[in-house]
């Protein structure tokens, strides 16, 4: 499985950090629409991604812990060819989490990928993943990601330990309970 450092926080002022992160790339962002439907699995998360932009279809499935920081985090990716049909499958097979749908600025700073994202019904977030090699010590990864994160003017109190889905789940359940 590959692997990579992960840390994410809120976006207090999304313009500014895309300036300084605008700064530290050597290239133009990508920009993406995406859509995440999540689903129910017995360990870490299982995902669905679809672009808006024609970019293919993916399945990913991750493992990471639920923590403030930067914390590794194991994926494998695998393209869909036919990502309604797969949607279709995992949905009567397993429970649909919940689903996301966000704007995502890529710079690449180095082997770190900046995600901005601004998400529908949460707000703007930034997340780094800090691509680490096959036996890299995940130290390295997580000095890079808060030197990172120093420089793009980050502070520790807005740090998120969860991903979107969970959040978006989280802002659902008082509206649900009081329904």
């Given amino acids: 499985m590959a692997r990579n450092i992960e840390i994410k926080a809120r976006a207090r002022a999304l313009d500014e950090l895309r300036e300084r992160a605008a700064v530290l790339s050597t290239d133009a ?3 993406f629409r995406q859509q995440d439907f999540f689903y129910d699995v017995p360990r870490g998360r299982l995902k669905l991604r679809q672009f808006d932009d024609g970019t293919p279809a993916e399945l990913i499935f ?14 494998t990716r695998s393209p ?9 499958l995992l949905a009567t097979a397993l429970t649909t989490r919940g689903i996301v ?9 180095g082997r770190t990928r ?11 977030f930034v997340e780094l993943e800090v691509v680490l090699e096959a036996g890299e010590d995940e130290a390295d990864g997580t000095a890079e990601a808060h030197t990172l994160l ?3 003017g980050v502070q520790q109190a807005d740090l998120v330990a969860v991903a979107y889905v ?4 989280a802002a659902a359940a008082p509206a649900q309970q009081a329904a």
């Avoid at 991750?62 to 994926?75: E, H, I, L, M, V």
């Avoid at 869909?80 to 279709?88: F, G, I, L, S, Y």
């Fill in 29 to 31: 962002p990508l920009i």
């Fill in 80 to 88: 869909v060819t036919n990502p309604e049909a797969m949607h279709a």
């Fill in 114 to 124: 900046v995600h901005l994202d601004r998400v529908d019904g949460l707000g703007d």
């Fill in 150 to 152: 120093a420089k793009l």
């Fill in 62 to 75: 991750y493992q990471r812990d639920d923590r403030d920081g930067p914390k590794a985090s194991y994926y």
């Fill in 101 to 109: 749908t966000k704007e995502r600025q890529v710079y690449f700073v």
């Fill in 166 to 169: 969970d959040l978006l789940n």
